[in-house]
């Protein structure tokens, strides 16, 4: 399931940049429901809001190294919920990873392609990968607050009997 749900993540995501890349200009916001959400095509060295522009070796490098941590924890899900958040954020980071390395202008330097904006939220113009991982994100934070393990158990089922004595 994560492999799945990280392919048609994938694929969305580079579809959509193709589409971006081919038909909307670069540089300038076109209005799809006025100051609400626009198209603005720009190409990202940086991470959200350009931080670290120039530096995207290092973003290639982290990228692929998450790649590698969530493939690994993908190896212990037993739970559903789980393997749907770590297939949509992996399908994230692979759309991004993808761009950093065959994008202009080089290899592990590439640019990302960003293109939707939301004016009146906040000054960040991002892509489906984006969204991916900042949903996948805050629902991996809500897991973990909720105490479930990657296997479907919760954290309470785990406590150890003289833990559990101390509580009462």
Same mark, same amino acid.
């Given at each position: 399931?994560?492999?799945?749900?990280?392919?048609?993540v994938?694929?969305?995501?580079?579809?959509?940049?193709?589409?971006?890349?081919?038909?909307?200009?670069?540089?300038e916001?076109?209005?799809v429901?006025?100051?609400?959400?626009?198209?603005?095509?720009?190409?990202?060295s940086g991470a959200?809001?350009?931080?670290?522009?120039?530096?995207?070796?290092?973003?290639?490098?982290?990228?692929?190294?998450?790649?590698?941590?969530?493939?690994?924890?993908?190896?212990? +899900?037993?739970?559903?919920?789980?393997? &749907?958040? =770590?297939?949509?954020?992996? %399908?994230?980071? /692979?759309?991004?990873?993808?761009? *950093?390395?065959?994008?202009?202008?080089?290899?592990a330097?590439?640019?990302?392609?960003?293109?939707?904006?939301?004016?009146?939220?906040?000054?960040?113009?991002?892509?489906?990968?984006?969204?991916? +991982?900042?949903?996948?994100?805050?629902? &991996?934070? =809500?897991?973990?607050?909720? %105490?479930?393990? /990657?296997?479907?158990?919760?954290? *309470?089922?785990h406590?150890?009997?003289a833990?559990?004595?101390?509580?009462?």
């Amino acid at each position: 399931m994560v492999a799945v749900l990280a392919a048609i993540v994938l694929a969305a995501d580079q579809f959509v940049k193709h589409l971006t890349v081919q038909n909307l200009p670069e540089n300038e916001a076109v209005p799809v429901l006025g100051e609400f959400l626009q198209l603005h095509f720009v190409r990202n060295s940086g991470a959200a809001f350009s931080i670290g522009a120039g530096m995207t070796w290092i973003f290639t490098i982290a990228l692929a190294v998450v790649t590698v941590i969530i493939v690994w924890k993908a190896l212990d +899900i037993r739970s559903r919920i789980w393997a &749907v958040v =770590l297939g949509c954020l992996l %399908g994230g980071v /692979l759309g991004n990873l993808t761009d *950093r390395l065959f994008r202009e202008p080089g290899f592990a330097v590439g640019h990302v392609v960003d293109m939707i904006s939301m004016p009146w939220m906040m000054p960040a113009i991002f892509n489906v990968a984006d969204i991916f +991982i900042v949903c996948g994100m805050i629902v &991996v934070a =809500l897991l973990v607050v909720m %105490g479930l393990r /990657l296997d479907g158990t919760r954290e *309470r089922d785990h406590v150890a009997p003289a833990d559990a004595a101390q509580e009462s």
